[in-house]
């Protein structure tokens, strides 16, 4: 099979909506494509590899096209290269010579795919850890589980193959303790309780999940309101599951809540409107949903040892919570 087989495509057509909220093109793929940056953008257009072929104009990436056209994007496979160590900061909470967790923060990636070769979490622990290499997947060597792009928060990590087989075993079995905490957008949020569908890829947009496709798998959602503001809600959710932007899609899809600052299911732009001037100042350019995998718990498959481990949120998600406190209406 050729490289060109393995292509990954993407279309999108301009809308009103987006002229509004954009005033360049490759702001607008960069947030339309999923974990790729404005560097990743330009590569690609460099490359030849973002075309339209109704522009009325010749399309440039610092301006933004006219509504309606439509942008194609291919995005060829990731490069075979295994990953390399780093030199990156990484906040350990606990290791031994099975495993290590630490508190992986927002806009990290997990692991080396197009767009981000380097600078992944990956990379970092292969810095950390030099005898990691070739655990599991050669590729994610280590990896069991993972979180998005934008979300923080504690993650397990295994440093042998003995450990790294327990762990998947752990993580499919469900034996897992995981509790994430989010700042999501609505009035009078249901107070709590189940939030359980199939979730799958979307049938329309590639980069997204959905609990309306053909194919899903079951995904359950535990979830509690820690307090409701005027125009947000802070929510503690339990995985029970572990699909794909499972918390993301139950909050926007099942409850209509998207996630404060999730451009993939949420609008960030009207979000920001709604929140008011205060709250989106202190926000500023943080470009991430505002979703932490706060606490991790488990036995450890070698030693049997209880671990349980939390951590707080970044510093612009506290922040946010010290506002909304300070004012118990939340934003005006």
Do not use: W
């Amino acid at each position: 099979m050729s490289d060109a087989e393995n292509n990954e495509s993407f279309t999108f057509t301009i809308t009103e909506e987006d002229k509004n909220d954009f005033k360049r093109l490759d702001q607008y793929l960069a947030d339309k494509l999923v974990d790729q940056s404005r560097s990743f953008v330009k590569m690609l257009f460099e490359k030849g590899l973002i075309t339209s072929e109704n522009a009325a104009k010749k399309i440039e990436l610092k301006k933004f096209p006219e509504v309606g056209t439509t942008i194609t994007v291919v995005i060829p496979p990731p490069a075979p290269a295994d990953a390399l160590p780093e030199d990156l900061p990484l906040e350990v909470l606990f290791e031994d010579e099975h495993l290590i967790i630490v508190n992986k923060a927002a806009g990290m990636v997990v692991h080396p795919a197009p767009g981000n070769y380097t600078g992944t979490l990956v990379n970092a622990i292969l810095f950390h850890c030099s005898d990691i290499k070739g655990v599991g997947d050669q590729k994610r060597p280590g990896i069991v589980h993972r979180l998005d792009k934008g979300t923080s928060g504690v993650m397990v990590v295994a440093k042998n193959q003995k450990c790294h087989e327990g762990l998947v075993k752990l993580f499919s079995t469900h034996d897992i303790t995981r509790r994430y905490e989010c700042i999501a957008m609505g009035k009078s949020f249901p107070a709590g309780g189940k939030l359980e569908s199939t979730i799958g890829r979307h049938p329309q947009n590639r980069l997204k999940m959905s609990t309306e496709a053909k194919s899903g798998k079951h995904a359950l959602t535990h979830y509690r309101v820690l307090k409701q503001y005027d125009k947000v809600a802070h929510v503690e959710l339990k995985l029970e599951t572990g699909r794909t932007h499972q918390i993301r899609v139950h909050l926007s899809q099942l409850l209509y809540r998207p996630i404060l600052c999730d451009s993939l299911y949420g609008n960030p732009s009207e979000h920001l409107q709604r929140v008011g001037p205060e709250l989106s100042e202190i926000i500023g350019n943080y470009e991430h949903p505002f979703l932490h995998a706060k606490e991790l718990g488990f036995v450890h498959p070698i030693t049997k040892q209880e671990l349980n481990f939390t951590t707080p949120p970044p510093k612009t998600f506290q922040n946010v919570l010290n506002y909304l406190n300070g004012n118990e209406n939340g934003p005006a």
